[in-house]
């Protein structure tokens, strides 16, 4: 249709996933787009050779096993410790960067933290709309219109529980689907199946990112918990077959 806008889409193998972006609107098939979506993939690139806890030559895989100090340790990573040392104190400790014994690991944050300091390049496009995916997380860059975003259905993954418009900022999911039940109650260190999914949207997407991860953690609990995050909206598909859907206020 020739009123359509111009459309152009990456994608690349990053952090061991696919990283998908999409752009759409004036220049989208242009040379500074083209340029964008490097800087991204390159931005990206870096932060997994500071943050990867399976090379062990990155500063997270020394910090873990002592050789470093977190005072030697690049401004990002502090600033990434930081983060999850908020995110513990923000969940009750349902995300946990420690959770697991074996040192400081922020593999549950890093990944929405990186995306969305890699993506300032594409925001600074003007009239360009775009939405970065990596693993079931979607930063969304604003052009005036929503993105239709499908949620998976965690019973049946080759079906959409729910699709969802979403004009700005993140939507996350974290679940058990994909990956069977690897997420943990950093309290008790039992492995939880009680949230089979849960898809969270709202402004940030690297909080959005860690409220899904606590909500799946934190079991049935999370139903009353998940009316308490301002500015949110989302759902939790339940292993007793329920679905809670919710939209807060900011």
Known sequence: MSGAPERRAWV??????????????????????????????????????????????????????GDLDLVECAPAVREVHSLCVRARAATDGYFDAWALGDGFDPTGLVKTWALERAAVGLAALPGLGAAVGAGGDILVLPDGEAWRIGIEDPRDRSRTVATVPVREGGIATSGIAARGAHIIDPRTGQHVTEVLSATVSGPSLLWADVWATAAVARGAEAVDWVGGLPGTSGLLVLADGGVHRWANPA
């Open 12 to 65: 690349e193998q990053v952090m061991g996933m696919p990283i998908s972006v999409h752009v759409r609107g004036p220049g989208a098939r242009g040379p500074d787009a083209e340029r964008a979506a490097a800087g991204l993939f390159a931005s990206l690139r870096a932060a997994d050779a500071l943050f990867s806890t399976y090379r062990p030559e990155s500063q997270v895989s020394r910090l873990r096993r």
